[in-house]
């Protein structure tokens, strides 16, 4: 039997879903891009919302692109 926690949360993901969305693979392959975004001071979500979308519901995706922002940001430290 599902908890109301696990309701209320499945109920918010139903509801969140949109016409367009992508996968875990694609958000993958435009990471690259959305950080160059986030890095150059854009508002990444803004320009590329089906990334940030699908960032905002993905916990895996989310912490890749935490994670490669981490670094390319300590990499450009390096450079300068």
Same mark, same amino acid.
Do not use: N, Y
């Given at each position: 039997?599902? &908890? $109301?926690? +696990?309701?209320? /949360?499945?109920? &918010?993901?139903?509801a969140e879903t949109r016409e367009t969305e992508? #996968?875990? +693979? %694609?958000?993958? %392959?435009r990471l690259d891009s959305f950080a160059e975004a986030e890095l150059s001071g854009a508002k990444a979500s803004a320009a590329m919302p089906?990334? #940030?979308?699908?960032?905002? &519901?993905?916990?895996?995706? $989310?912490? /890749?692109? %935490?994670a490669l922002l981490q670094q390319v940001s300590v990499?450009?430290?390096h450079i300068a």
């Open positions: 039997m599902l &908890k $109301r926690s +696990d309701v209320v /949360k499945l109920v &918010k993901v139903v992508i #996968g875990c +693979d %694609e958000c993958f %392959e089906l990334v #940030g979308d699908h960032l905002d &519901k993905c916990a895996d995706c $989310r912490s /890749k692109s %935490e990499d450009m430290t």
